[in-house]
């Protein structure tokens, strides 16, 4: 059982975030939470989202899985203004999702989950630490764009840099400690990413949101960060790209 | 002889709506109004548009036929600001319609008329009839697109409602008599009508409008509404998609 | 050496003119200025600006050439707010040029100039000279799209004119002497220019500039405008097509 009110631009905001990874989803419903666990075909890059009662107006639930096609769930969005609330139902007899928004029902069939495995998330420590706004990683990023595939993300005592290296070219974003929200770097520690993904959880992420940004050296990095008012948590993995000498 | 001139919303809004169903149009000129009856090449819908002497800023008229490519129309529409107005006057020794928005004149050849028969408009009653605002329809379009091909439109004594049902999913707004503009329907009436012509038509009619929906089962649905502040009468007519059994 | 600093808009204004054109361009730089003459691959039209240092916010260089690549520059430009100014220096000994805006850093590999050589600017005199809005101009190139090819510019003691024959249609735009700037013209001259060079350069020059056009009968015409806040020089010289007998 399951039927909840969201704000619908809480729904978008969460849906925008896993739809970079994944184009089909399973949500794990439970009383407390709505949570998913989502890996990219290509196993690069790994999502965790723990979305609490208490980012939707209202919420009553059961333990229940709901497999959705994102891109079905965004054609509804699209019919929801930024001040509509959509109220989500679960038709298990029917095995749909049931949306409304103002007088309008969209009933959705669900996508089967029997062959949706939660990938296992890894517990990494990584030694340094970033709290930088989403602005300064969107600004990095346009920087980079055309110049290579890899964006490198650095951080020392001193600052965060974002660079990115071609054969004859060259962009970097330096965010010194003071534009920064928080640092926590005992040594200069960097890693490579692809561009492309990093781009996209990137862009997906709304303005004004901080991210906590985990680094090491050639690890895969960790961008944590709250959506729906501080309700919903996200943690984001990107594999490194380790240059071979 | 023709000379006219008209606000360029006026025209705009004109030929947005002719043109979901021709590329070509005649418009009939007397010296009493400017009418149009069209019907698209698979003849499955129809229009009339009756444009009195009053929706012109000046009107000027004897009896004749002009016959115009809409895109080319367009083309000059394009080139009028929204408080901008367009004269238009038939030049007959040339063959031309020329347009003159501020200091420019925009000469165009008119297209031949003796083979555009005017198509006969249909005398048909149906039962129920709904006021209804363009608002409501449009979003009920955008619930329904990617869902099927065909769109139900259905009066009750209760309600209005537009649905669309594919193989799995569903999407359904229903307009309660308190929301509409009147509504005439003894008993239940439905038909199916094609998403694209609907759809396009619905599109194309000017925010705020009220539509007048007549439907019966299995029935063409006919739209009447008015265009430039009432002075314009609009008749579409849509032929249902009956369901073989 | 060459290090300037400049408003992201004058460079924005600079780069656009010059890319209808040319996709790669010479700066000839020197204590007072920084030049450039572009002539287009086909050699229908040409350009000469010259950028007083005033032009920048700040300005120091010595004799200097420096190739780039327009393309990667508008990419720098687009990182660049409206209001941000945008710091250029030579890295001679990398043969770079190095951007900065805020705390992005952006190193371009520099153009080979050796094969670029500086077309000759043509010494002619046109009869005829108007001072027109690029608005006028930008709405007669609107009303002489899709209409032909070539458009006809034509200056007489009464105003001046555009105008667009193609085989059924025609367009004209004519500005009469009190909405011009200024006019001087003993006689009607009129030239039949292509129309997409004609079109390009006219979208490209910022609204509210006065462009002088100069004229004459079956010549190139010349187009002299300012930009930077007067700063920055633009002459721009368009072959005509002369119609065989």
Redesign the interface.
Known sequence: MFKAEIKSETLKGLVYIVSTLVDEVKFTISPEQMSLKAIDPAHVAMIEINVGAKAFVSYEATDSEIGLDLD?VK?VL??AGPSDNIVMEHDEAQGRLIFRI????????LVDTSSMNDPKVPQINLSASVQVGIDQLQ??I??A??ISDHIALEADPEGFELSCEGD?????????VA?LKGLKADTKVSSLYPLDYFSNIVKAIPAGTVVDVQLDNDYPVKLLFKLADGEADVCYFLAPRIESE
Chains 1, 2, 3 share one sequence.
């Open positions: 079905k054609s699209k019919l103002g007088n309008i029902t969209r009933r959705m069939s600004k990095g346009r920087a764009e055309s004859t070219d060259m962009a970097n974003l330096r965010v010194p534009e």
